[in-house]
């Protein structure tokens, strides 16, 4: 499968990735696959990652023009508001959309105590 992530969150989860086609944004907005600079137009990823690392770094546009490209099956984000018209173009493309609240159970503790 080919995947794309932000560099930081591909590095933080490799091992599990091992045996996938990443190609990884860094801070600076640069592609790359196999360590080689890769064209935007050219990733054609089965799976976009959006996490917080790409949210901070201003790549919530790129992620969603890699994601509307043509090939993505699927795009994973831990942001919530999934009804928004943006996500809606998303799911109107055919591509899974999914999210995670793994953070929900810590941010509860945290504001109850």
């Known amino acids: 499968m ?5 560099e930081n969150a591909a590095r933080r989860v490799a091992q599990a990735l091992a045996g996938h086609e990443l190609i990884v944004m860094d801070g600076n907005g640069v592609a790359r696959t196999g ?14 990652w959006l996490t ?3 949210l901070m770094s ?5 992620f969603f023009n890699v994601a509307l490209s043509g ?9 919530t508001g999934l009804d928004s018209p943006r996500y809606s173009h998303v799911v109107a493309r055919g591509i899974k ?5 793994a953070q929900a159970p810590a941010i509860a503790e945290y504001v109850m105590t």
Request: negative net charge.
């Open 2 to 6: 080919k995947i794309f992530a932000s």
């Open 35 to 48: 360590g080689k600079e890769i064209a935007l137009d050219l990733a054609q990823p089965e799976i976009v």
């Open 52 to 54: 917080f690392d790409s």
């Open 58 to 62: 201003g790549q919530l546009d790129t």
């Open 71 to 79: 090939s993505t099956k699927w795009m994973h984000t831990q942001q």
């Open 97 to 101: 959309l999914t999210n995670s609240h």
